[in-house]
């Protein structure tokens, strides 16, 4: 009697770890809410608790710097191999208004999402949920805020920013004299001037502000 307890115990909490450990497909949908910021390819990431994006008030991985420096996701998916379910990046520039979606599978229970991309035109913003729990049935929206990686100082000029309205450089390696050092809120565009030193145009905040929130995320169970 004792040894047949022993087995059903035993077979119960197999079981549940089974139960606990399928993967399931989650719906992940974002929408620009500015009215002048373009996203670069957005990095979706299902993973576990031991990945965190960053931290406010914290340096910034070199991964999260490449990413928000110059749109690319490639080093973060690769960093997170051994933590992560899945990671896909929704190819594509998101205009402001416009909205796309992926579906990416994740845990059924105690699994993390993480979505992130940069603000262009800027220095170094991004948008990003940081390490999420995936909802356990229904959807969940959250209205996202712009963070700034600290790597680069916010010149607004176009000889340091990327993508199609400037193409100016991208990720510059080692840290920015003028860079805040930390992650943190992002605080958007000022009036600085038309152009730099060396004759390179400022952008200015009548086109390319934003007040937060940045983007709207609608993370949906499918199964």
């Not at 996701?73 to 594509?92: D, K, R, V, W």
């Not at 958007?188 to 001037?193: A, R």
């Not at 009548?206 to 995320?217: F, L, M």
Request: proline share 6%; hydrophobic share 35%; with cysteine.
């Amino acid at each position: 009697m004792i040894k047949q307890s022993i087995l059903a115990l035993g077979l119960a909490f197999a079981s549940t770890a089974t139960f606990a450990q399928s993967i399931v497909d989650y719906e992940v949908t974002v929408t620009n809410i500015t009215p002048g910021q373009t996203f670069t390819p957005q990095l979706v990431l299902t993973h576990n608790s031991d990945f965190l994006l960053f931290q406010l008030g914290q340096p910034a991985s070199e991964q999260l710097e490449i990413l928000a420096e110059g749109g690319d996701t490639a080093p973060l998916t690769e960093a997170t191999a051994n933590m992560s379910t899945e990671a896909t990046t929704i190819g594509g520039l998101l205009s402001p208004g416009q909205t796309a979606s992926t579906t990416v599978t994740g845990p059924s229970q105690g699994g993390f999402l993480t979505v992130a991309a940069m603000l262009i035109p800027t220095n170094d913003t991004f948008v990003a949920l940081n390490r999420i729990r995936l909802p356990t049935s229904g959807g969940t929206m959250y209205l996202v805020p712009a963070y700034d990686a600290g790597t680069e100082v916010n010149s607004q000029s176009c000889q340091h920013i990327p993508g199609p309205r400037c193409g100016g450089e991208g990720y510059v390696e080692g840290p920015a004299d003028g860079d805040e050092g930390f992650v943190h809120i992002g605080n958007g565009f000022h009036e600085l001037g038309t152009e730099d030193a060396e004759g390179f145009e400022i952008l200015g905040p009548q086109t390319y502000d934003w007040r937060n929130s940045v983007a709207r995320i609608t993370v949906r169970r499918m199964n």
